[in-house]
């Protein structure tokens, strides 16, 4: 561009040609991307409808997918595929397990071996049946359309797009043609040169003859305008270089702070702020994903709750730092006695509990003993170190085949645990009294 407007002037006509052909080839150019931009748009577009349509035959078929996966009925599975595939804009449905890894069943058109075709339209969702007592994702469907039934839905928009397309090219080659034709000049030619010939943006620098022709005309108020444009961008960068080092360092100080609040956040929404064991809320969902897992693999699954013994005694005797002295010497005894993957909480107060996933009944009794004896035989300081100790009185429980819920767990837990508070406390309760309970 700065080598064409740098060469000497022929003739306004021969100038105007070459301008026309530079600009229009440029309009060309962007008229082509945007032509392209709207057709990917209009595609865009169409397969988000698509899309759509996909999630509302979810719902109209996820019933009967669910029924048919939860009874294991591969007949009427296929049945109900096959029907769907019918949809003249689904020309492919894939079927794969709960964890969406293994292909159970295909129906419709294969899909290219180069990847194209079938599959540019994807809708992939879960299959849940409801079994009353929770929700069970039995497995994952996939939705496909291809590129192809894209274009066909579209293709009248297309083609409309292409239409216009042609029509403002057409227009503009006219326009150009005409005012393309207009003596340009020796004072544009020095304006351009004067321009391009600069490295930055910077005032015109025009000979006496060009100023005195281009006075009064259209060119003159262009040349004021690109001066007051270039004094403009001259404060603009001077402003623009001082805003971005303080918004640079106002983004560093939030961004440290945002940090902080982040861990903090995470601190309190999972863990017990005394103990640093998992709190109530973190300890109920890892109850319940451990529940799901467990019925699930057919897996034991064992849980512990205790409580300090006079708990209000070591309170009343020591204070409440005394008291927070003996919830934390618990604690420490808690981490000594679980494994990695178990979960240990502070429910509240001076009460723990201790999930065992893969830990049956006998098992987690034997858990809870040596919890019970490391707590009994040490002590921990007082504020004026003197040692003090304390007892636990525990309940054992494991998950059984009738449970549904893990509340069914926690509340035998809790019985036995009040058994071991009337059975004279610092001991383990693993059975019901009615069935010779386990006593230690």
């Known amino acids: 561009m700065a080598k064409l407007l740098r060469e000497p002037v022929v003739s306004p006509d021969l100038l105007s040609r070459r301008f026309f052909r530079r600009v229009f080839g440029w309009f060309v150019s962007f008229a082509i991307l945007l032509t392209l931009v709207l057709i990917g748009e209009t595609l865009r577009q169409e397969r988000d409808s698509l899309q759509s349509e996909f999630a509302i035959y979810e719902r109209t078929f996820e019933k009967a997918l669910a029924a048919a996966l939860w009874a294991m009925d591969r007949d009427t599975l296929r049945s109900i595929v096959v029907g769907i595939v019918e949809i003249p804009d689904i020309e492919r449905v894939q079927v794969f397990d709960p964890e969406g890894d293994e292909e159970l069943l295909r129906v419709g058109k294969p899909p290219r071996s180069n990847g194209e075709g079938v599959g540019w339209v994807a809708h992939r969702f879960a299959i849940v049946h409801d079994e009353g007592f929770g929700r069970e994702v039995v497995a994952q469907v996939e939705f496909h359309s291809s590129f192809a039934r894209v274009v066909q839905r579209t293709q009248r928009q297309i083609a409309l797009i292409v239409f216009l397309a042609l029509l403002k090219t057409a227009a503009l080659w006219w326009i150009f043609m005409v005012v393309g034709r207009q003596l340009i000049g020796r004072p544009l030619t020095e304006i351009a040169d004067s321009i391009g010939s600069a490295n930055s943006v910077e005032r015109l620098r025009l000979s006496a003859e060009t100023e005195k022709a281009i006075a009064g005309t259209e060119l003159s108020v262009f040349r ?132 065992l996933p893969d830990t049956d009944l006998e098992q987690a009794d034997t858990v809870a003993s040596r919890l019970l004896v490391m707590v009994r035989d040490s002590t921990f300081a007082l504020e004026s170190e003197a040692r003090h100790g304390v007892t636990l009185s525990i309940g054992v429980a494991a998950l059984e085949p009738g449970d549904t819920r893990f509340d069914q767990v926690v509340q035998r837990a809790d019985r036995r645990l009040y058994a071991a508070k009337r059975a004279g406390r610092d001991q383990v309760v693993s059975h019901d009294e009615r069935s010779n309970p386990t006593v230690r």
Do not use: M
């Open 224 to 355: 004021r305008a690109y001066d007051k444009l270039a004094d403009h961008v001259h404060r603009a960068q001077a402003d623009l270089v001082h805003a971005n080092e303080e918004l640079e360092e106002r983004v560093r100080a939030r961004t440290l702070a945002l940090e902080r609040a982040n861990r903090q956040l995470d601190q309190l929404a999972h863990t017990d702020p005394l103990t640093g064991l998992a709190n109530r809320r973190h300890f109920l969902v890892a109850a319940g994903e451990a529940l799901a897992r467990a019925r699930r693999g057919q897996r034991p699954l064992a849980l512990i709750v205790c409580d300090l013994d006079e708990f209000k005694q070591v309170n009343d005797l020591h204070g409440h730092a005394g008291g927070d002295r003996a919830i934390l010497h618990v604690a420490d005894c808690l981490r000594q006695s679980v494994r990695e993957g178990d979960v240990a909480a502070r429910l509240g107060g001076d009460e723990f509990a201790v999930l």
